[in-house]
């Protein structure tokens, strides 16, 4: 069996496990976490059962019905007025419930249904004042457990997190725990705000958790870890196929990452062997800075980066792009700045290129500009102020503006001398 029908094998078989389970009786707060974390339940073959019924059913239905509808309201760009009410009046309702009922009891307990109502005041308290009071009665009754880690552990901390920011998603997970992992993996993917700072799984860890995906019995007859489940392998599997094929933003990336790629450049002042010349990697001129990106990018992209590519002819014209990224329809245009003057030239010529290149979008359709400052007096104040008026004049073509500052170990440009026998 490849890699491929292990993984589409898996996939039909945690899709087919919720289709069986939702055909019978499921929790609502089951259903709203399932349609929260896959969007869109028809595309895994998965199909919901209808939707949340009359305010007054919902209001009076307990905290099950509650917490789907916070799912629905957290998913939502913008929630209905009624939904909104309706929310809010059922938690009202359910904030009566004597301490110690049974009820209270049974939702302290449930980390999908804290989730799900976490959600829902989440998204609608920045509008709505009176959620404060709402806020202060949670977190009076959803405490971070205090027992064994379970699966849904982390969907605790999250929803905790997302009504009083603590970060307490900085904890550490047990990797010893699978389940946990696979969880966090999910909540990250579906509420990536929440986890910004804090720490991605290890690239060894995600390969562990897919393969358990991929080989360990499934959760046969618990409908909210077959659907957690299969909502990681997807994420997993999305960012495998990524980090194979970089998508125009990883280009955007690397080319960034180049200026501190720079920090090891070679120009040695004398040589350090006997009877040789000293080493200098001198960039003088825009040919060199190209050289210099392709030996970044062809490692990545191989023979799907060209170098002076020709592109369609403009009446008598015939534009060349400096690099292109076939797959990406990507275009690399490399700008060399000796002197200042340069600079206002150079927003001229990009107008020109933009004119030129994209007369045929079938081919390349995005443009990325390399600016190479070999300026002696820098002024880096000048970098943002023209990167944004060029992303002002045309930002359906320009995916990004990148700087590359000259190594601080190459010399002035009035300072390099090339005569060899003069310098040693």
């Known amino acids: 069996m490849t890699p491929d029908d292990l993984i589409r094998c898996c996939h039909s078989s945690l899709s087919e496990s919720i289709r069986n389970a939702l055909s019978v009786e499921v929790m609502p707060h089951s259903e709203g976490w399932i349609r929260r974390i896959l969007l869109s339940l028809s595309e895994a073959g998965v199909e919901a059962s209808a939707s949340p019924g009359h305010a007054h059913d919902i209001v009076y239905a307990g905290y099950p019905e509650l917490s789907r509808l ?28 004597r ?12 980390d999908i ?10 998204r609608i308290k920045p509008n709505h004042p ?33 009504l009083e920011s603590r970060g307490r998603l900085r904890t550490s997970i047990d990797t010893r725990e699978v389940d946990e992992l696979i969880t966090d993996i999910v909540l990250r993917n579906t509420w990536s705000s929440q986890y910004i700072g804090v720490p991605g799984l290890a690239a060894e860890t995600q390969q562990h958790v897919l393969k358990h995906l991929l080989i360990e019995a499934k959760p046969e007859g618990d409908i909210d870890r077959s659907a957690t489940w299969l909502k990681a392998l997807e994420v997993l599997v999305d960012a495998a ?10 280009t955007v990336n690397i080319l960034r990452s180049v200026q501190h790629g720079l920090k090891r450049w070679i120009f040695d002042g004398r ?38 590519t020709y592109l369609a002819n403009w009446g008598l014209t015939q534009p060349r792009a400096d690099l292109g990224i076939l797959k990406l329809k990507l275009i690399i245009e490399v700008k060399f700045v000796r002197e200042h003057s340069d600079w206002s030239n150079l927003e001229g010529e990009i107008g020109v290129d933009l004119g030129l290149y ?30 944004n008026a060029l992303m002002r004049r045309d930002k359906d073509k320009i995916e990004d503006v990148i700087f590359i500052r000259r190594p601080g170990m190459l010399p002035d440009r009035n300072q390099r001398n090339f005569n060899v026998d003069a310098q040693t």
Not at 113 to 122: N, Y
Not at 278 to 306: F, K, T
């Open 99 to 110: 301490e110690g009922s049974s009820s209270l009891v049974s939702y302290a307990h449930d």
């Open 358 to 387: 994209f007369k045929d979008t079938g081919r390349f359709d995005r443009m990325i500009i390399v600016v190479y400052d070999d300026t002696n007096d820098y002024r880096p104040e000048r970098c943002d102020g023209f990167r």
């Open 271 to 308: 040589a350090l062997r006997r009877n040789l010349t000293p080493v200098r990697w001198v960039i003088d001129n825009e040919y060199h800075v190209q050289s210099l990106l392709w030996a970044v990018l062809y490692p990545i992209y191989g023979g799907e980066l060209v170098d002076e």
């Open 113 to 122: 249904a804290i989730l799900g109502i976490a959600d829902g005041i989440a």
């Open 70 to 97: 916070g799912f629905d309201i957290g998913a939502s760009e913008a929630p209905s007025v009624d939904a909104v009410a309706t929310f809010l009046q059922g938690i009202r309702r359910f904030m009566n419930n």
């Open 241 to 250: 196929c990524n980090s194979v094929v970089p998508r125009v933003s990883d």
């Open 130 to 162: 009176e959620c404060q009071e709402c806020i202060e009665w949670f977190l009076s009754v959803v405490t971070p457990s205090r027992t064994k880690s379970t699966w849904s552990s982390r969907m605790r901390l999250l929803a905790l997190d997302l």
